[in-house]
């Protein structure tokens, strides 16, 4: 096992359900094959995206992304100020999230769109891979650790160029109870060498009952199949994806990768950070 490799206690037996209210089986179908063509759609339209220019291209997106995660049946609640105002220059900057759900990454790519940091055999996938690595994916070997460096050096080069690089460093998917998993330094790395902002963000998934945690319907743990999270996705009735953008940690403000790794990882994890008054609910 590699750092890149870590694992996660959470398994679909234990973490992953919903006991809240559900749709019935007519709803959740209509709600599973509309997500699933706004996906579809996206992924065919997406190689004509590429061709705007970056404001446009990171409009379209945005909104496809929050497109996505509603299809499916879910409410949209962000927290923060998630991009600067129209007009100002917008320089790179690694985004760094808890990691829950595959919700996670439309929920992200709807506030801050970046080139996602992906296990290599994403490449290989059918037609996904080809398209995520038109999109600019980084990927990363997680079981070669001399590909570490190399990895570490395409993320800093990324993110000079100006683009928003967006990293899970736990590594792989919890099922949001507890703390969650450690953040794994080497992404931080690349911050520090390009000297750019970390801007951490935290996921949450609840019910309809506002204080009441609901990961278990949105978690996709261990070897939990994918239709699998899909239906519990698209039954779970009243379930909210909420995103909370920290405040920036600046360039040089810690010592080294593993003191900015812990610095975000305690902002994410920090009660302190859910008492933000801003807030937009869709």
Request: net charge positive.
């Amino acid at each position: 096992m590699s750092v890149w490799l870590p694992t996660a206690p959470c398994t679909p037996h234990n973490c992953a359900g919903h006991t809240g209210p559900v749709r019935g089986r007519l709803q959740a179908s209509a709600l599973l094959v509309a997500g699933c063509a706004f996906v579809f759609v996206g992924a065919v339209c997406f190689p004509a995206v590429l061709l705007l220019g970056r404001a446009p291209r990171d409009r379209l997106i945005r909104w496809w992304a929050y497109g996505v995660v509603r299809a499916f049946g879910v409410r949209v609640r962000v927290i923060g100020r998630p991009l600067p105002p129209a007009g100002k220059a917008q320089p790179g900057a690694l985004v760094v999230a808890n990691h829950i759900s595959w919700l996670d990454i439309p929920l992200v790519a709807a506030v801050l769109p970046g080139r996602m940091l992906a296990k290599s055999e994403i490449r290989r996938w059918p037609v996904l891979g080809a398209l995520a690595a038109l999109g600019g994916t980084l990927f990363v070997e997680r079981d070669r650790l001399r590909a570490l460096p190399t990895t570490v050096r395409g993320i800093a080069g990324a993110l000079r160029g100006g683009s928003r690089v967006v990293v899970f460093p736990e590594g792989s998917t919890w099922c949001g109870r507890g703390t969650g998993g450690r953040f794994r330094p080497a992404a931080f790395q690349a911050a520090l060498d390009a000297h750019v902002d970390v801007r951490p963000v935290r996921i949450t998934y609840r019910t309809a009952r506002p204080d009441e945690p609901a990961a278990g319907a949105a978690a996709f743990v261990g070897e939990d199949p994918l239709t699998a999270s899909l239906w519990r996705v698209v039954t779970a009735a009243g379930l909210t994806a909420e995103i909370r953008v920290l405040p920036p940690i600046p360039a040089g403000t810690t010592p080294g990768r593993r003191a900015l790794a812990r610095a975000a990882q305690t902002a994410v994890a920090s009660d302190s950070a859910k008492r933000s008054a801003e807030s937009v609910h869709h």
